[in-house]
């Protein structure tokens, strides 16, 4: 029961587009406030992959592009390749609850 | 490079505390904000606790408030999460994480974490 709701999974072809969604409220997203998006490969720490809705990191590939409109986000990822399977989290900030994440996204690549 | 490295984990009975420390380096430590998340077996990630740079402000989620204490040691370089009163819900993957910049606030993301460290409460 994640404050920010997500899809439990996705999937895709390699060399598809797949997009990850992010739904919020008024008190977090459709606030204002920035969406933040991370990847966590099995076994390991997350990795920032977007900050501020849709700037990319030094080092992240194009391939991965955020946006938001409203009370929700979206997480892009086009070119798939086999080691973009992970899960994927967004992340944002609400006037009740400060630091709020999102359930988590896994994608599996077909 | 940035290196954040996480230890005091461990097993302890509900209503135990345990000292979670997180050793930074690479960066000017008094400059940056930090956080705690966890992050449940098979499950999310999820905000615990932030600090400002200067240790000034803390913040807690609800589930957490009044029974874990975060601050940092800024002659270490260390940050700490003193956790009481545990619940057999605190167990969890306990990542440190570095803010972007001095205030944790709204705009607070994560540009590094640590590798986590475990903690499980069971009789």
């Known amino acids: 029961q994640s404050v920010l709701t997500q899809p439990p999974s996705v999937s895709g072809a390699p060399g598809q587009r797949v997009t990850i969604s992010c739904t919020g409220s008024?008190?977090?997203?459709?606030?204002?406030?920035?969406v933040h998006w991370y990847q966590q490969l099995p076994g390991t720490a997350p990795k920032l992959l977007i900050y501020?809705?849709?700037n990319r990191p030094s080092g992240v590939p194009d391939r991965f592009s955020g946006s938001k409109s409203g009370t929700s986000a979206s997480l892009a990822i086009t070119g798939l390749q086999a080691e973009d399977e992970a899960d994927y989290y967004c992340q944002s900030y609400d006037s009740n609850l400060r630091g709020v994440f999102g359930g988590g996204t896994k994608l599996t690549v077909l | 490079e940035v290196q954040l490295v996480e230890s005091g984990g461990g097993m302890v009975q509900p209503g135990g505390s345990l000292r979670l420390s997180c050793a930074a380096s690479?960066?000017?430590?008094?400059?940056?904000?930090m956080s705690w998340v966890r992050q449940a077996p098979g499950k999310g990630l999820e905000w615990v606790s932030g600090i400002s740079g200067s240790g000034d402000s803390t913040y807690y989620a609800d589930p957490v408030k009044g029974r874990f204490t975060i601050s940092g040691d800024n002659s270490k370089n260390t940050l700490y999460l003193q956790m009481d009163s545990l619940r057999a819900e605190d167990s969890a993957v306990y990542y440190c994480?570095?803010?972007?910049?001095?205030?944790?606030?709204?705009?607070?993301?994560?540009?590094?974490w640590g590798q986590g460290t475990l903690v499980t409460v069971s009789s």
């Open positions: 501020g809705n849709s």
């Open positions: 690479g960066f000017t430590f008094s400059n940056y904000a």
């Open positions: 008024s008190s977090n997203i459709g606030a204002g406030y920035d």
């Open positions: 994480a570095k803010d972007f910049r001095g205030i944790y606030g709204s705009k607070s993301y994560y540009e590094y």
